[in-house]
């Protein structure tokens, strides 16, 4: 029979029970609080260290070029980019750059060379780079623990990180051309005018457009290419990477998935270009119907899109009817199907209008003893692109810059109802050593072609003025994070 005391006293026994078991739990809470305490700040600046090595690892991979004054540029930017970077988000620090933390390789495997010590004939190779956290001073990936401690984790814990990148793509368009002449530089003497010496590049002209769809350096039949832009020898090209359906986004945008394209990189290519692919083209010129597949998001226009041609108010090209041809006139000769504006001899009938457009995009420059000299100046025009018949050019254009380089009214045109990006008339033409045989072919050079008016099917038509040659460190492209 229970007593009135019997509740009571199980309810200490209960108490008592309660009491052991919060003794043995409290350590393990506390424990399992102190873990996520000291772990969160631990990822914290693990997260920290990451963004750093990110962002500076990025900045130098965008200037890695392979020359000196690349790497140079690569280290100046890791640096300056860590600097502006800061740990602690409690009691936020700047970065104290070290030298050391930044390596370079020819690939996203290294093997890693320290940026101070790159040169020599690996220098040309070196178009990776990686950034380790932990060779910056200690004190930045130092983490102390606070609860961990009474479970035996040292004090302080000491964290780095560490980040690739390197050029994911070069902004160098599928068509190719083949150089007119396998001489980098030689000189053009425009007699009988005096003091006319002009510098020539692989046969091509500065400031005279080229069609780009009728050339040919070895015979009277066109020939034009589109690069293979997803493979590259010596790895085997796939058949389904050059059909048309598989180009024509790389024709939009211009870019190429391949981080070096260079003097004597090899290239798959396809010959002709598919005449039907301007479309594509003339996306630089807010064109986006006809069936092309580019769109104003993935492949905006030129900021720029006025024709070169002619004619507009101000127009800066006079003694020949408007519009002129967006290229000088097609012309064979010398075993060559290059212009009149190539031709040693002058040909018969060559007006002022066999030149088409001229200057829009640059200047040609004097042969200086085996170097590019001073520019021309436009009262030069009589000299360097004479006529048989008829008034010659003029330009009443007095800037040292280029009608398109300058940008102003009354030589520019924005695009209608949608944003334009500079340069994406610019097209960077592999120069191939031709004849081409089979379905690779070698590169000469880059050189830098001025979309003059929108490309045409029919006749089948790239009218581009020349721009001189660019180099991979000039070259625009993206760089990616690997690791």
Request: glycine share 10%; charged share 20%.
């Amino acid at each position: 029979m229970s007593t009135p005391h019997q509740p009571r006293r199980r309810i200490r026994r209960q108490r008592g029970a309660f009491g052991v078991i919060y003794a043995i739990i409290l350590p393990v809470m506390l424990g399992m609080v102190g873990l996520a305490i000291d772990l969160s700040m631990m990822y914290a600046r693990g997260h920290e260290l990451q963004a750093i090595a990110d962002s500076a690892a990025l900045a130098a991979a965008r200037a890695l070029d392979g020359t000196p004054d690349g790497l140079a540029r690569a280290k100046e930017n890791a640096r300056t980019t860590a600097r502006t970077a800061e740990y602690r988000f409690l009691r936020p620090e700047t970065i104290d750059w070290t030298s050391s933390a930044l390596s370079v390789g020819p690939t996203r495997d290294g093997p890693w060379t320290l940026a101070d010590s790159a040169n020599g004939s690996d220098l040309p190779n070196m178009l990776f780079a990686r950034v380790d956290t932990g060779a910056l001073d200690e004190r930045y990936g130092r983490v102390a623990i606070a609860f961990l401690r009474v479970v035996g984790v040292a004090g302080e814990q000491h964290l780095a990180r560490r980040a690739v990148a390197g050029r994911k793509e070069s902004s160098i368009g599928p068509v190719a051309v083949c150089a007119l002449s396998q001489s980098p530089l030689a000189m053009r003497s425009n007699a009988p005018a005096a003091n006319a010496e002009e510098a020539v590049e692989y046969g091509f002209r500065r400031g005279v457009g080229y069609n780009l769809l009728n050339l040919n350096s070895h015979g009277n039949t066109a020939r034009s290419f589109i690069v293979n832009p997803l493979d590259f020898p010596p790895a085997p090209a796939r058949v389904s990477h050059q059909s048309d359906d598989a180009l024509r986004p790389f024709v939009c945008t211009g870019h190429m998935p391949a981080p070096r394209i260079e003097g004597g990189s090899s290239l798959y290519v396809r010959e002709p270009f598919p005449v039907s692919m301007v479309r594509e083209l003339n996306a630089r010129f807010a064109s986006f119907n006809g069936g092309s597949v580019c769109t104003r998001y993935g492949a905006p226009p030129d900021s720029n899109v006025i024709d070169f041609r002619g004619p507009y108010g101000g127009f800066y090209i006079s003694g020949a009817p408007t519009p002129l041809n967006g290229s000088a006139a097609s012309y064979f000769a010398q075993g060559k199907l290059f212009t009149v504006a190539d031709a040693d001899v002058l040909p018969p009938g060559t007006t002022a209008a066999s030149y088409g457009t001229l200057w829009s995009f640059g200047r040609p420059v004097r042969y200086a003893g085996g170097a590019l000299g001073a520019p021309f100046t436009r009262n030069d025009w009589s000299k360097l692109y004479p006529v048989t018949a008829g008034a010659a050019l003029s330009s009443n254009y007095t800037f040292a810059d280029s009608p398109y380089e300058r940008g102003l009214s009354p030589h520019r045109q924005s695009p209608v109802g949608m944003s334009g990006i500079t340069k994406r008339r610019v097209l960077n033409v592999p120069l191939l050593d031709c004849p081409v045989s089979g379905g690779s072919a070698r590169v000469l050079a880059i050189g830098r072609f001025l979309m003059t008016t929108p490309a045409t099917e029919s006749p089948p038509a790239i009218h581009a003025e020349f721009g001189g040659l660019t180099t991979y460190g000039e070259l625009a492209a993206s760089a990616v994070l690997y690791k």
